[in-house]
């Protein structure tokens, strides 16, 4: 659908419109303030890439700089980015399971010490 995103000058708000025809609009007016003074926004768009794009920009050295092995949070963000980037789910039981770790953390067991 063509939807277009606009800023607009009175309210200083972005609002969406959508435009059936881009090279005859309509007036176009702010549908929260009625105003006329619309500047279209560039929106964000997806590009496809490829498995082994994607598993190339996994392999990035660079993505793993902010990645703490002793920082149960910075697991968390990079557990949970890299399912994104894979497309998995985590489930639901994902983030019980990772506040359990980080509750062992900090009672200073290792994970899974106590079934040992």
Known sequence: MPIYEYDC?????QVSLLILNLHNPPPLRCPRCGGEH???LL???????????RLEKLADPSRLGDLDEDDPQSIRRWVTRMGKEL???????????MEEAMQEEGEGQTPMEDEL
């Open 9 to 13: 000058a009175d309210c200083r708000r």
């Open 38 to 40: 619309l500047t279209r």
């Open 43 to 53: 929106s964000r768009f997806a590009r496809l890439r490829t498995e082994e794009e």
């Open 87 to 97: 497309g998995d789910e985590m489930g639901e039981d994902f983030e019980p399971m």
